[in-house]
């Protein structure tokens, strides 16, 4: 998908656009049955699809290896508790 970008950016946007639909389509869902917290479901999916494709990009395309445990724990903790300080 990433050459995708520089021979035919349009499909690499469209796929990209409806991937991001249905993630938020999804967390809009996740929202109004109290799963989650409320906010913006498309920013949240844009935020939740990037954090997932250079993580990837990280761990399986650079370094050939699955991310450690500790990052797992770190990135589920972030998607669970965002930046905010522990109280």
């Not at 990209?16 to 949240?44: C, F, H, S, W």
């Not at 395309?61 to 724990?73: H, I, K, T, Y």
Request: glycine share 6%.
């Amino acid at each position: 998908m990433m050459q995708c970008l520089f021979v035919d950016e349009a499909a690499y946007r469209r796929y990209y656009e409806t991937l991001t639909n249905v993630y938020a389509k999804r967390l809009k869902d996740a929202q109004e049955a109290g799963e989650i917290k409320r906010g913006d479901p498309m920013a949240q999916a844009w935020a939740l699809i990037g954090l997932n494709y250079f993580l990837g990009l990280n761990y399986s395309v650079w370094n050939d290896a699955p991310p450690p445990q500790e990052v797992m724990e770190t990135v589920l903790d972030f998607i669970n508790h965002g930046l905010a300080p522990e109280r």
